[in-house]
């Protein structure tokens, strides 16, 4: 059972790049998040989308775009990537019938130079 | 603003002691907490969680504190291993819809445990 899923794990991008994280997730969950952990500043919530067909906007959504695709995959965009944008993100998925319990993917290391 | 506060950045505990790993909480509509642990280079994963309708929730050798009065909850790990070594991080949320479903979390405590 893979979870949650994301690609890539690592990724180096020029100041003003577009690229786009994807997350896919294969327990059947409503609900998908996107997060970004940075030293010192625990996890902070970008995007999330409470059931297929819905985004809103979390914490930190300034310069980012979110696509839920379907129930499976939630992808995160940065359009014109900034070096503030290097960080760890992690994207997340959780069902109401378990709880309030989310579960993640493993982390995508994405460095803006 | 802090709603989910861990004041200790980092503990260091021996070897088969008791690890107490503190969170602070502001919002008095949170009514569910979690502990997530992260290993490095990993995703956090799911440790213990209370509900605030409990005051203590057990799970090996985790058990979950909540003092609802004080805001307050505190992870106790008993007795410590040297793989406990990791970050954890203290989570809240406040009912099931919308945006006060969704999960805040703390800075972590990255936890020692030496041999």
């Known amino acids: 059972n893979a979870g949650v899923t994301q690609t890539p794990k690592f990724q180096v991008l020029k100041t003003g790049q577009s690229m786009t994280l994807q997350c896919a997730q294969d327990?059947?969950?409503?609900?998908m998040y996107w997060y970004r952990q940075d030293p010192g500043m625990g996890l902070r919530l970008i995007y999330y989308?409470?059931?297929?067909?819905?985004?809103d906007k979390g914490e930190v959504p300034n310069g980012y775009n979110v696509s839920r695709l379907n129930k499976r995959e939630f992808s995160l965009r940065l359009e014109s990537a900034a070096p503030s944008q290097t960080s760890v993100y992690f994207c997340?998925?959780?069902?109401?019938?378990?709880?309030?319990?989310?579960?993640f993917g493993e982390g995508s290391w994405l460095t803006v130079v | 603003d802090q709603q989910v506060k861990q004041n200790s950045p980092s503990l260091s505990v021996q070897e088969g002691r008791i690890s107490i790993l503190n969170c602070d909480y502001t919002?008095?509509?949170?009514?569910?907490f979690l502990w997530y642990k992260k290993y490095p280079a990993e995703g956090p994963t799911f440790l213990i969680s209370?509900?605030?309708?409990?005051d203590k929730n057990e799970d090996g050798r985790f058990t979950v504190f909540l003092n609802k009065s004080a805001k307050h909850l505190s992870l106790h790990i008993v007795p410590s291993q040297p793989g406990d070594s990791a970050v954890y991080f203290c989570?809240?949320?406040?009912?099931?819809?919308?945006?006060?479903?969704?999960?805040?979390f703390g800075k972590g405590t990255k936890l020692s445990v030496k041999p």
């Open positions: 989308s409470a059931s297929e067909g819905t985004t």
């Open positions: 919002n008095s509509m949170f009514d569910y």
């Open positions: 327990m059947n969950h409503n609900s």
């Open positions: 989570a809240a949320s406040g009912g099931y819809g919308g945006s006060q479903g969704n999960l805040i």
């Open positions: 209370i509900s605030s309708i409990k």
């Open positions: 997340a998925s959780r069902t109401y019938i378990a709880g309030n319990t989310i579960y």
